[in-house]
């Protein structure tokens, strides 16, 4: 047993969330004024074309509901999708495939049952509790599981370690891998289900709160001081992501040592913020990423800090891809670079797709900060011609087909009319930033 874990403990009634229809929650909770303990969504209620063409390239980037890399199916990821899209207007359906997806493997990525290992992961445990709530499902039924009461019973109870989450290491070789990350989740969910453990989580988080405001990743050892500051000094390092995430976790805490904490997380996260509107990470990953950017800036928007927040979305803006693809091989268009020098053409890298992936998942939420609403297209086929309305002006789109059809078209806010010569019209699409449409969904 982990030295943190505890006995089984009472159960108490916990609230059930509330099914949210517009899910807005990629790091903060959703809704409107009526909801409970929610935040509002990023921007207007329906989806910018930059926002839209992130969600439409993570959507398509989806295996039965699954992010699969090199080595399967990656959970942890395919959560991250699923809160980013989340906070997508219009995309309730795709984050619940990757709910159900991701419950029906619950035991798979929340315990080390396919190593023949009795451990419970307290991160995982975490991020399955927050999706499950996300996507209006019921985290203390997920597949047959009490995710809630399990990760109450990850929460220490009592001594120095009161509130602190930790793995339930039950094997011998076992290693507690909990840190703050899977801290704030665990806040967000405790405080999400009005769970009586919301507390001690919470103060042990902002415990891991370090003087200049920032937050360190690791935990302390069971035996040490359990402050920043107060133990081992190679700890303290300041991350700039796991800031973000206390942040967003922190927000909706009632109490003033919760206030006081985002208060100065915010300030270090304003005063940290480059000219250009980008975020550095933690040790490694110190160089401007869209991933740091696209928490820090949804942290300053929730927190109030609209100008911050906009030039954070300018810089991952930036780093979007645009073009609709009118080629072979397609390009990724909506897809977010990690850092400037990237290259789309490198995503045959599975490696590198997976660092895109995470990126636009980040990203996501803040693009909902960046341009117009976009506008639903109208398509009709009349005779020969296909004619596309709702093109805004100077908006690039592409009609391809078989055999290498393209037509590269700019908007100019009306109608335009493209010559189909001899194409059949359900074998073509229309491609822009905002997503595709097939013109078989010509009315």
Do not use: H
Request: glycine residues 12%.
């Amino acid at each position: 047993m982990s030295m943190i874990s505890a006995a089984p403990r009472r159960r108490t009634p916990r609230s059930r969330l509330a099914l949210l229809a517009c899910l807005p929650l990629a790091l903060g909770a959703c809704g409107d004024d009526s909801t409970d303990g929610g935040s509002p969504p990023v921007g207007d209620s329906r989806p910018t074309a930059a926002a839209a063409g992130a969600a439409a390239w993570l959507a398509s980037e989806l295996e039965d509901g699954l992010m699969v890399g090199e080595y399967g199916p990656d959970y942890g990821l395919s959560i991250d999708a699923a809160l980013g899209l989340a906070e997508v207007p219009d995309q309730a359906d795709v984050v619940g495939r990757i709910a159900d997806a991701v419950g029906a493997a619950v035991e798979s990525y929340t315990t080390g049952v396919d190593f023949g290992s009795p451990d419970i992961y307290a991160g995982s445990v975490a991020k399955v509790a927050v999706l499950a709530q996300v996507s209006g499902g019921d985290p203390s039924e997920v597949d047959g599981v009490d995710v809630l009461g399990r990760l109450e019973d990850l929460v220490a109870d009592e001594g120095a370690l009161v509130g602190r989450l930790a793995d339930d290491v039950r094997s011998a070789d076992g290693t507690d891998y909990a840190n703050a990350i899977g801290q704030t989740y665990a806040v967000r969910a405790l405080a999400s289900a009005d769970s009586p453990e919301t507390g001690a989580a919470a103060d042990y988080l902002i415990s891991q709160q370090c003087e200049p405001g920032w937050f360190r990743l690791y935990f302390a050892g069971p035996d040490a001081p359990q402050g920043c500051g107060e133990g081992p000094r190679r700890l303290d390092l300041p991350d700039t992501d796991v800031t973000a995430l206390a942040v967003l976790a922190l927000q909706d805490v009632p109490g003033e040592a919760a206030s006081e904490s985002v208060t100065a997380a915010v300030d270090w996260l304003v005063e940290t913020q480059d000219a250009s509107g980008g975020f550095g990470g933690a040790t490694g990953t110190e160089g401007f990423n869209a991933n740091s950017t696209g928490l820090a800036g949804l942290a300053l928007e929730r927190a109030g800090r609209s100008e911050e927040a906009a030039r954070a979305a300018a810089w991952v803006a930036a780093r979007q891809v645009t073009e609709p693809s009118c080629g072979t091989p397609r390009l990724p268009t909506g897809a977010v670079a990690y850092a400037a020098d990237a290259a789309p053409d490198a995503l045959r890298d599975p490696v590198v797709r997976d660092q895109w992936r995470r990126a636009t998942a980040q990203a996501a939420p803040l693009l909902q900060l960046v341009g117009e609403p976009a506008e639903p297209l109208e398509l009709e086929v009349s005779g020969s011609s296909l004619r596309i309305t709702g093109l805004q002006d100077g908006e690039q789109a592409c009609v391809t087909g078989p055999g290498g059809y393209a037509e590269e078209l700019t908007g100019d806010g009306g109608t335009l009319e493209v010559p189909l010569d001899g194409v059949a019209p359900d074998r073509l699409v229309v491609r822009r930033l905002a997503g595709v449409t097939p013109v078989a969904a010509a009315g």
